[in-house]
């Protein structure tokens, strides 16, 4: 099994920003294509952001475009997601999720089954 941690989560004001990473042990991010998702309380679970293998294409919700970055890092073996411009129905708790199996040629969609999720981190945005 994949084993990941996310981090960075926190409580901000509205119009703040964050930086979430989901880190990697015993495996290369970079092979996977990697997710984000959000469950807010009462909600569903929603993914919010994905990225590709190899620094392939990215895709967000439409709820988040212009404000959220998704990102590798290969020197820490990361995947982290910027979050700006936050709003208190960002709220929620953010998880990773990764795609398996490893795919170099894979487009990674925000509909897609995703195999492995982290614990999450929460973030808060109030004023």
């Known amino acids: 099994q994949l084993k990941f941690v996310e981090s960075g989560g926190g409580s901000v004001q509205p119009a703040g920003s964050l930086r979430l990473s989901c880190a990697a042990f015993?495996?290369?991010?970079?092979?996977?294509?990697i997710a984000w998702f959000r469950q807010a309380p009462g909600k569903q679970r929603e993914a919010v952001s994905c990225?590709?293998?190899?620094?392939?294409?990215?895709n967000y919700a439409e709820a988040v475009k212009g404000r959220f970055t998704i990102s590798r890092s290969n020197a820490k073996n990361t995947v982290d997601l910027q979050v700006n411009a936050l709003k208190p129905e960002d709220t929620a708790v953010y998880y990773c999720?990764?795609?398996?199996?490893?795919?170099?040629?894979?487009?990674?969609?925000?509909?897609?089954?995703?195999?492995?999720y982290g614990q999450g981190t929460q973030v808060t945005v109030s004023s």
């Open positions: 015993g495996f290369i991010m970079d092979s996977y294509v």
């Open positions: 990225i590709s293998s190899r620094g392939g294409p990215t």
């Open positions: 999720a990764v795609k398996q199996p490893p795919n170099s040629d894979y487009v990674c969609s925000l509909q897609d089954e995703y195999d492995y």
